[in-house]
T-cell receptor
Framework: SQQGEEDPQALSIQEGENATMNCSYK?????LQWYRQNSGRGLVHLIL?????REKHSGRLRVTLDTSKKSSSLLITASRAADTASYFC?????????FGGGTRVLVKP | EAQVTQNPRYLITVTGKKLTVTCSQN?????MSWYRQDPGLGLRQIYY???????DKGDVPEGYKVSRKEKRNFPLILESPSPNQTSLYFC??????????????FGPGTRLTVL
């Protein structure tokens, strides 16, 4: 079984549109984190949401967590070409942090 | 500037030739780890370290060694590299020993090719 499975695997949108990606997991978690990776570069932390939180915002980013459905979503509003990247969720459970396979987002100008 | 640095950034080597990838952080973080990233497999943890002289295996430790003699450095050693270790490697650090409660700070990556 895999923690942190993202959906969709790839997403293509026009600049200005919103992008939504989802992350599902299988066990109880301590927190769930979202990261961005520009092509071939290091991951950059975006948001950490704890198991007792339901929603967090950071600028144009909105993350929700539904522990009953064991899922989280990342919404990027008013997307820009610079948002083109891969986005990963990471599930913190026990003393492990497990990354999913990522969602590749292409924002077309 | 607070950062995690890795060297080299790119390396092409041959099977069996020992190599070391260095990782250093200047944030006084206690927790450090190594990941490898492969297409379709996401990031997989190789080794991690809770503090100086404390290391433990991650999900894919075979073929790798690490050491943590100083808080800031966490080198990854491949004693006898093989082609299946061709990958993109990332070092990461985190402020506390409770790694799951903290943000990971990633280095820029080392792209390793083993021929």
């Amino acid at each position: 079984s895999q923690q942190g499975e993202e959906d969709p695997q790839a997403l293509s949108i026009q600049e200005g549109e919103n992008a939504t990606m989802n992350c599902s997991y299988k066990t109880s978690i301590n927190n769930l984190q979202w990261y961005r990776q520009n092509s071939g570069r290091g991951l950059v932390h975006l948001i950490l949401i704890r198991s007792n939180e339901r929603e967090k915002h950071s600028g144009r980013l909105r993350v929700t967590l539904d522990t009953s459905k064991k899922s989280s979503s990342l919404l990027i509003t008013a997307s820009r070409a610079a948002d083109t990247a891969s986005y990963f969720c990471a599930v913190a459970a026990g003393n492990k942090l497990t990354f999913g396979g990522g969602t590749r987002v292409l924002v077309k100008p | 500037e607070a950062q995690v640095t890795q060297n080299p950034r790119y390396l092409i080597t041959v099977t069996g030739k020992k190599l070391t990838v260095t990782c250093s952080q200047n944030m006084n973080h206690e927790y450090m780890s190594w990941y490898r990233q492969d297409p379709g497999l996401g990031l997989r943890q190789i080794y991690y370290s809770m503090n100086v002289e404390v290391t433990d295996k991650g999900d894919v430790p075979e073929g790798y060694k690490v050491s943590r003699k100083e808080k800031r450095n966490f080198p990854l050693i491949l004693e006898s590299p093989s082609p299946n270790q061709t990958s993109l490697y990332f070092c990461a650090s985190s402020p506390t020993q409770a790694q799951f409660t903290d943000t990971q700070y990633f280095g820029p990556g080392t792209r390793l090719t083993v021929l």
